[in-house]
C-alpha cells in the first residue's frame, strides 16, 4: 500500500511538471480561419493577425510559411496584444 502511494505522488509530480511546460492551450488556426487565400482573380495570401501578406499562393500552398512564422513569432516575443478576429463565416 505504501509503494502504491508513492507511486501516485510521483506521477503527480510528473504531471505538474510537464503542466509547466505546456503551458495555456490555444485554438487551432484552422479553427479561426485567420490565413484566408484568394486564388481568383486575384493571387493573396493574408495573415490577418500580423499583417503579413504574399502575393505567392502556390508558394504558401506548397509549404513556404516562414515569412508567416517568423512574423507570428516577433508578434509573440514582442508582446503585442493579440487582435480578436472575427469569423470569415
Known amino acids: 500500500m505504501l509503494k502504491s502511494k508513492l507511486y501516485e505522488i510521483e506521477l503527480e ?3 505538474a511538471e510537464t503542466g509547466a511546460f505546456v503551458g495555456e492551450k490555444r ?3 484552422g479553427a479561426t480561419r485567420s490565413v484566408p487565400m484568394s486564388l481568383q482573380p486575384y493571387q493573396l495570401v493574408k495573415d490577418l493577425r500580423t499583417g503579413v501578406e504574399s502575393r505567392t499562393p502556390s508558394d504558401v500552398l506548397d509549404g513556404d ?3 508567416f512564422m517568423a512574423a507570428a513569432l516577433a508578434q509573440e516575443v514582442g508582446g503585442k496584444p493579440k487582435e ?3 469569423d470569415l463565416e
Do not use: F, G, P, Q
Request: aromatic share 0%; proline share 0%; hydrophobic share 25%.
Open 84 to 86: 480578436k478576429i472575427e
Open 13 to 15: 509530480k510528473k504531471k
Open 65 to 67: 510559411l516562414d515569412t
Open 27 to 29: 485554438r487551432s488556426a
